[in-house]
């Protein structure tokens, strides 16, 4: 239930810690302009499959909990392009089949496409953002949101709910734990009303937390201001220019692979 | 004319809403360069009267003067006092806003409106006087919760203030912890500061602190040096502690007839004293006489030469003092026998003849110095003390 420090922690842990986030964004945020712009399922699925080899094989992450992750958003994928690929119209029919005399089930090469398509966005899509998570910590991306001249108000909310999801996060696991130790979640009813004290206090916590912060940081002489980092090694031209021959190929192969 | 005292209060009264007063005729001087701690039991008024320092707490009656001037209450004033006098909360959670170590040191200074190089240069001197240096980018929950205090501290620093004002700064560390960090506030007063702290722990008072105040239900019930503050039982039992053990004992020996000297023994070295004064010499001194105490300045050895000097003398306890000694022993894969209270425990060391060394930096070395030497006279002893350049000049290796 409480797996919300291990992005963070494997992308703090990632053997591309060192590279500039330029060049990790580059990578990300291009691919996912690419799968976008792609008509087909090929280059998608061979973006998706390249990524996870430079996730699990360059940035060293678990290919156990990689899998893991990504098996969450596959799975709702899977379920629409089932649908899709069955409901959807089309010409030219290749299976089928009534189920009922008011449904019938048909798939034609048209929706086999189209799911096929939705779902290698959707794989394609989903790998490029892990790559993003999973090699760049959130603490790289605000110094690079300030080199983007993003107003300053926004970066600074970003941080502080940043800083406090962490202590949230601890807060609802012991609450958690204490409701669960004095069997909090045996009965269905007893489960929903469990729920509602966890959030109440929640609530209650995030209050209180509210006001310590303004205490601490007016004891800090808080003046509307804070500090941010912006300390990254230099671009390294071998890494960026391996990243942009890269997005090239994927570039031709969808000039090719759409005639 | 008498100097003003730095900060004073007055006849201070506060109440929350809807609860029973929490400070009530509270009046207090405290001098510059003082060891303070608050003791009392939980809900006796110790955080709320710290938060009164510094304008957290605006007192329903009485006042405060910082510098012998009143504090008065608008912002920019509130500002100044705040920058001079740095509050570190019980919770390192509460303090730490920021999503890495640099940003949360960073926090004051930037607020401060310093230029982006002083910032720097102030965040990187905070983190090495807590010896937090190369955690920059660390995000404070990766962190110990002794690293965390540190950053807290280092995040108060930084803004330069005269005074640090810390609540609990033990309650949430393991004893290890502990000793590192009323270790660290000892240097950082070795440096001029003034440290006031709250805590329960009547031991770690007793041991640290200059002065003691003792609370009960919002009003000071004694305040004065630790010796006099523990010694009435009456008191120590109307604020809910305990006598420390080591007063107990001197107690229960003078009781029994043993003759104690006029002041009350603060560390197990002061008892061993008594004891043996009592017993006409040394209990028992062991047949090569007293070992001795070597000082090594860590700026002027390097890594290798330690362990080599290491590798051809023996030394029996190894101790370090002070947070960038304690870095430096870290980076060159020494682990330290002692790293609180160093001095008296390697005295004690040698009275029972065994060799020691204290590693440490810059102007504590004198202090080790004049400690032992003080020691040596008023007990008519003559535990030798060296330092370790002098004896590697003249090739005169200790122990060898």
């Known amino acids: 239930m409480f797996a919300h420090d291990f992005l963070e922690e494997a992308a703090h842990h990632n053997a591309l810690l060192q590279v500039h986030p330029y060049t990790k964004l580059l990578l990300g945020i291009g691919s996912i302009i690419l799968v976008l712009l792609t008509p087909n399922y090929i280059v998608p699925c061979i973006l998706a499959i390249t990524l996870s080899i430079v996730i699990i094989v360059v940035a060293k992450i678990n290919l156990k909990f990689y899998l893991k992750l990504l098996g969450i958003p596959l799975s709702f994928a899977f379920i629409s392009a089932f649908i899709i690929i069955f409901l959807s119209e089309g010409v030219t029919e290749i299976w089928s089949l009534q189920l009922f005399p008011w449904l019938t089930l048909t798939i034609t090469e048209e929706s086999l496409n189209q799911g096929l398509h939705v779902f290698s966005r959707v794989f394609g899509g989903m790998c490029a953002l892990f790559f993003i998570s999973l090699t760049t910590p959130m603490t790289d991306l605000f110094g690079i949101m300030k080199k983007f001249k993003i107003p300053d108000l926004f970066i600074d909310l970003s941080m502080i709910i940043y800083r406090y999801i962490f202590i949230f996060m601890e807060k609802t696991r012991q609450i958690y734990l204490a409701q669960h130790m004095r069997l909090g979640y045996t009965k269905p009813r007893e489960a929903i009303k469990s729920f509602s004290m966890l959030f109440g206090s929640i609530f209650i916590t995030s209050w209180d937390a509210g006001e310590n912060l303004i205490h601490a940081m007016d004891c800090r002489c808080y003046n509307g201001k804070y500090a941010k980092m912006i300390t990254s090694n230099p671009v390294e031209w071998r890494s960026l220019s391996a990243v942009s021959l890269y997005l090239f190929i994927i570039i031709g192969m969808i000039l090719w692979t759409s005639g | 004319m008498q100097m003003h005292p730095l900060i004073e209060l007055k006849d201070l009264e506060y109440a929350y809403p809807y609860s029973s007063p929490a400070l009530s005729g509270i009046s207090l001087r405290i001098q510059r360069g003082e060891k303070i701690a ?96 190369g955690f920059d980018k660390r995000p404070p929950y990766h962190l110990s919760g002794g690293e965390k205090k540190r950053v807290a501290i280092a995040g108060v620093l930084a803004m330069d203030p005269d005074i640090l004002v810390l609540d609990e700064p033990t309650s949430m560390l393991d004893p290890a912890g502990s000793e590192d960090i009323m270790d660290l506030l000892d240097e950082l007063n070795h440096q001029g500061k003034t440290i006031i702290i709250s805590t329960h722990d009547v031991e770690l008072a007793y041991l640290w602190a200059d002065r003691i105040v003792l609370m009960e239900k919002g009003r000071i019930i004694a305040s004065g040096t630790p010796e006099e503050a523990f010694s009435d039982k009456e008191l120590v039992r109307r604020a809910r502690l305990k006598t420390p053990i080591l007063l107990e004992l001197s107690q229960e020996l003078g009781s029994r007839g043993m003759k104690i000297a006029e002041t009350l023994p603060r560390t197990v070295l002061d008892i061993i004293r008594i004891i043996e004064q009592n017993h006409h010499g040394s209990i028992c001194l062991s047949s090569n006489g007293y070992g001795t105490i070597h000082v090594g300045d860590v700026d002027q050895i390097s890594g290798p030469a330690i362990q080599t000097i290491l590798a051809r003398a023996s030394y029996d306890t190894i101790g370090v003092m002070g947070s960038r000694a304690k870095i430096c022993a870290r980076q060159w894969g020494l682990t330290p026998d002692i790293s609180y209270a160093v001095i008296d425990k390697c005295i004690l060391q040698a009275m029972n003849g065994r060799t020691s060394l204290i590693l440490t930096t810059g102007g504590m070395i004198s202090r080790v110095f004049e400690r032992v030497t003080v020691f040596n006279q008023t007990n008519n002893r003559s535990i030798p003390i060296q330092s370790l350049i002098k004896s590697e000049n003249s090739d005169d290796l200790p122990g060898v």
Do not use: C
């Not at chain 2, 909360?89 to 200074?109: E, M, S, Y």
């Not at chain 2, 002083?118 to 807590?130: D, G, K, M, P, S």
């Open chain 2, 38 to 133: 608050l003791v009392g039991s939980n809900g006796a008024g110790k955080s709320t009267l710290l938060l009164t320092l510094n304008g957290m707490i605006r007192p329903d009656r009485g006042i405060v003067t910082f510098h012998g001037n009143p504090v008065s209450y608008d912002r920019a004033s509130l500002r100044k006092i705040r920058q001079k006098i740095g509050f570190v909360f019980q919770d390192p959670d509460v303090q730490i806003i920021a999503p890495t170590v640099w940003q949360d040191v960073a926090f004051g200074p930037v607020n401060l409106d310093y230029t982006d190089e002083l910032v720097r240069q102030t965040v990187h001197n905070a983190l090495h006087n807590v010896g937090l240096e």
